[in-house]
């Protein structure tokens, strides 16, 4: 058989030959041609979108003449990373020629093809043959691989751009429900571009090996994000990625000041980003209790700023400390669901983000407005959750009771005291409640201790953890195992240890 000429290799379609040369697929997006504005901003969109024939050729020839190249391409491409329609076809025979475990061929593909009914898509025999001869090396499919998935990638951020311009055009929601849209659309395609690689078993066990090590020298059953608390941690084994981790209580319990300290311990000591929605406290109002917790100065010193010498050199090492860590403050009064996740995935971009806190639920805003907050609260509470996964950060958000505890003996409270949605507690992993008995009673034996009660652990124990409460720097700390100490977390007698 006369052997054919080696085919076109050009950037830009080649004039029809076959099928294998068939016109460029449609964009993702079929209206994507007709968007245009008044001014520039739709010029370009004629363009031919971004592509490689020659990588896309290449990374086929080389699949068909090399079993080893075909297992590199299927690692990093899926048959809409090709931007000729034949080549897609082609990709699918040799992957699935592959997963079967028959040889990858000029032959068995024909003969794959052929039992579909689909080798006139490709322009048959010849054309699967034109791919072997043009491929200058079967050596380099994956790289050739990595310049298909980019073009495809430039491409589909193309259609994103042009699917966020029709959802500005043919608005029908309201601008704050476009823009979370549109940004969830571009979100998408960033983490796209990110795969996982394999490991070798080998390795991993030496890794396992090395964490196992490190945790046997560190004393430490924590094997998700510490919060500084000792027997919190012992129980939860710290805040696991995806978790919603809700913190309720009454008004006065110290919901903002547990999470405040959590936070503080996750960013100066462990140096982790972390972010905090105070929808309740100023950002200065939060620096200032921060302040006051690390440098272990009364609170009412820093409100009237009747500090002591000593005092203003515990406040210098304090900002010193501070200051380098990782926390971000947003307190925008009534944040929407949308914001947060806006704002989040923006950091968790530029900075990395390693722990969510909302304080507090209650006082956020849902996009939709119904007439039954119960249902406004339940949709907060399921986005939140859906956050915690996407970023795959622990999120905690802080919640207000019902006065119900107050009507009941005894006044710890109950998980049927979540204030306005049950659904609360379904969306959470983790449910805690604080209880301090100095609230209700100024003479209780209990005074200066909290219980932080652990309702509800959807992946572990349930149990009550007992934490020192210091009234004048407003803020918990451990508490030292004492005579009576519960093997939860010490007793009345126990003493406050720095975290």
Known sequence: MRPRARPAMSGFPPPPSGPLEDAPPAPANPRSANVRSNGSAGRGYDRVPPHSLEAEVSVLGAALLSRNAASEAIEVLEPEHFYR????????????????????DTVTLTEWLARRDRLDEVGGPAALHDLTVAV?????????????RERALL?????????????????????????????????????????????KLGDLLNESFEQIEKLAEQNSEVTGLSTGFDDLDRLTAGLQPQNLIILAARPAMGKSSLSLGIAQFVTVKLRRPAIIFSLEMSKLEIVNRMLSSEARIDSSKLRTGRLEDTDWRKLGDALGALSEAPLFIDDTPSISLMEIRAKCRRLKQKHGLDLVIVDYLQLMQSHKRTDSRQQEVSEISRGMKMLAKELDVPVMALSQLSRQPESRTDKRPQLADLRESG??????????????????????PDKGIAELIVAKHRNGATGVVKLAFLNHLTKFANLARGSGGAPGGGGAGGMPTPM
Do not use: C, M, W
């Open 85 to 104: 329609n034949a080549h897609r076809t082609v990709f699918e025979g040799v992957r699935d020629l592959l997963a079967a475990g028959e040889p990858i």
């Open 423 to 444: 659904s609360i507690e379904q969306d959470a992993d983790i449910v805690s409640f604080i209880y301090r008995d100095e609230v209700y009673d100024e003479d209780s």
């Open 136 to 148: 200058p090396t079967a050596a380099n499919a994956a790289y050739y691989a990595r310049i298909v």
């Open 155 to 199: 491409r589909r951020l193309i259609d994103a751009g042009t699917e966020v311009a029709k959802l500005g055009y043919e608005a029908t929601e309201d601008a704050e429900t476009v823009v979370d849209r549109a940004e969830s659309i571009i979100y998408d395609v960033a983490q796209s571009s990110t795969t996982a690689d394999y490991a």
